[in-house]
């Protein structure tokens, strides 16, 4: 096994400084990864600003999406076996244990937020995925957010059946919108979307999304061609299952409020970061649910499963900046200045 590197966040403000970094030692439930491509999220350059999370301590280890093999398997890990390929949401924001960061040659990574990929899949495409996973089936599934159906799944099939609920999901060619979409369809939810015009076919053809609206629209011609697609809906035998909002920023929760107001609906899921958090808690409508995990359902059952079938493809494209760890603070750059429908990728 080589020596491990890092991009390591020396202080807040400072920009990443590619160097050493111990080689990580798995707890019982973890196994070590070596990483062939990690991806670069909105929080990556929030904790580099120092506009989030005050409690993890510096210098630190950030990332959350990698894609690599197994290297090291912790004596309480089922499942996973060395020279797997696999592709790991890092939690090192959880953990807070520089180990658990992706932005380094070797992560230490949770065998429950882990899947093994199919061979078609390359590292640098499975990469894009982890953290959506992660968060757009805790706000879809878990029973204290929107508590949807799970899909159903076998050995041998993936199969949805038609649950007769729709959902609005706020962002469909966001990372974790795009991923949301495909979850809810594999539970046979019927989808509304919004993203922006030129992505909008995608967004249907691609991911699945049966409405999509452009976002860039007048705030109130949004809201009644959504209410009009949940009334379709409801015409038909849906119930409407809530709103799941992948982009979280105050314009988009004002469009919310008054959708709600139009549906008298009664269910939400802001994904908040927490900068905003603190901000719009006393603006938040009292039908708002915050974020946990959930992890075996989908990370354990559904995942592989869904990526050899099809039912799960690797959406937004990734945008490759180039190779090495000295790539990555170029990446949290751009991550920052804004990306369509695509999510920068390093490969290692």
């Known amino acids: 096994m080589t020596a491990n590197q890092a991009a390591w966040l020396d202080a807040k403000g400072k920009r990443l400084e590619v160097r050493d970094a111990n080689m990580p030692i798995p707890g019982p439930d973890e196994m070590i990864v070596r990483n062939h491509a990690v991806a670069v999220n909105p929080v990556d350059w929030k904790m580099q600003d120092g506009s989030l999370l005050d409690y993890v301590g510096l210098p630190f280890i950030l990332g959350c999406d990698a894609a690599g093999v197994v290297v090291e398997i912790g004596n309480a890990v089922v499942g996973f076996k ?13 953990t807070v244990k520089s180990q ?35 968060t757009a089936a805790d706000g879809l599934y878990a029973h204290n957010k929107l508590g949807l159906p799970l899909p159903l ?42 993203a922006s015009a030129h992505n909008l076919a995608s967004v249907k053809s691609d991911l699945g999304a049966d409405y999509a609206f452009d976002y860039t629209k ?39 409020e008054h959708l709600f107001d139009a549906l008298d609906a009664s269910n939400l899921l802001m994904v908040v970061d927490e900068e905003r958090e603190a901000n719009m808690e006393q603006k938040k409508p009292k039908k708002v649910k915050k974020l946990a995990v959930v992890s075996g359902p989908i990370w354990g059952e559904f995942v592989l499963r869904a990526l050899e079938k099809g039912s799960l493809r690797a959406f937004p494209r990734a945008e490759v900046l180039g190779r090495g760890l000295k790539f990555i603070q170029e990446g949290i750059d751009k991550s920052k200045e804004g990306v369509s429908y695509r999510k920068i990728v390093i490969e290692i």
């Open 82 to 94: 060395k020279g797997d390929r696999v592709m790991i949401h890092c939690i090192s924001l959880c």
């Open 100 to 134: 658990s960061g992706a932005f380094q040659t070797f992560s230490a990574a949770n065998f429950h937020m882990a899947s093994k990929i199919p061979k078609f899949l390359s590292f640098t495409d499975a990469t894009v995925l982890p953290l959506a996973i992660s």
């Open 153 to 194: 799944h076998s050995s041998n099939t993936i199969t949805a059946t038609p649950s007769k609920q729709s959902v609005f999901i706020w962002g469909g060619s966001s990372s974790v919108g795009a991923v949301a979409i495909q979850l809810a369809k594999a539970s046979g939810l019927a989808v509304i979307t919004t």
């Open 218 to 256: 007048a705030p109130e011609r949004t809201v009644e061609n959504i209410a009009n697609a949940v009334s379709e809906l409801k015409a038909k035998g849906y119930d409407f299952g809530g709103v799941f909002d992948a982009i979280s920023l105050p314009s988009t929760f004002a469009v919310i």
